[in-house]
């Protein structure tokens, strides 16, 4: 009788890579089952790395609706700013230009603070999917033989996807 040892490495010996087993199970070849593991990976990655970006786009959605009432403030002493800046130079008002600068500071800081749990939770979401698009995807595309190159003009189909749609007068 083996020792557990030997059986140990018979029991290894005769277990399955995902590869084997996938081509057993559909009764295609290793080299096809590998081909469907490497694609699956890559639909799993894809699938991981718009999620990141869906999830981004998300909060920044909603920290815009949120912080509504702080970003119009900001904007609303901006456009002050640039109507009466002629004015203001004009009249050599340089006291009202700074108190108005100021405000804009303070108008900042608060909308600054107000967006800071939605980048907290925003910005780990946009490094991932960065580093999906930029590592993740073209690493596991030359894994599957596809290695990325620079493009320097459009493919048909996306050119016919992406044209600006014509205005109807």
Do not use: H
């Not at 469907?36 to 869906?54: A, H, K, Q």
């Not at 640039?82 to 230009?97: A, H, P, R, V, W």
Request: charged share 30%.
């Amino acid at each position: 009788m083996p020792s557990k040892k030997q059986q140990a490495i018979q029991v290894a010996e005769e277990a399955l890579s995902p590869e084997e087993m996938i081509a057993k199970e559909l009764g295609v070849s290793v080299e096809v089952a590998r081909e469907i593991v490497l694609l699956r990976g890559f639909r799993d990655l894809v699938n991981e790395g718009i999620g990141y970006y869906l999830g981004a786009k998300a909060t920044q959605s909603d920290a815009s609706e949120k912080t509504e009432d702080q970003r119009k403030a900001v904007n609303d002493i901006r456009k002050s700013i640039s109507e009466n800046l002629e004015q203001m130079i004009t009249n050599g008002d340089i006291k009202t230009y700074k108190e108005t600068v100021e405000k804009l500071k303070a108008a900042r800081k608060v909308l600054s603070e107000a967006m800071k749990p939605f980048n907290e939770k925003k910005n780990p979401l946009n490094r991932a999917y960065k580093y999906c698009v930029n590592v993740a995807f073209p690493d596991a595309l030359k894994e599957l033989g596809a290695p990325v190159s620079p493009r320097f003009s459009l493919s048909d189909w996306i050119a016919e996807a992406t044209k600006p749609k014509k205005k109807q007068a």
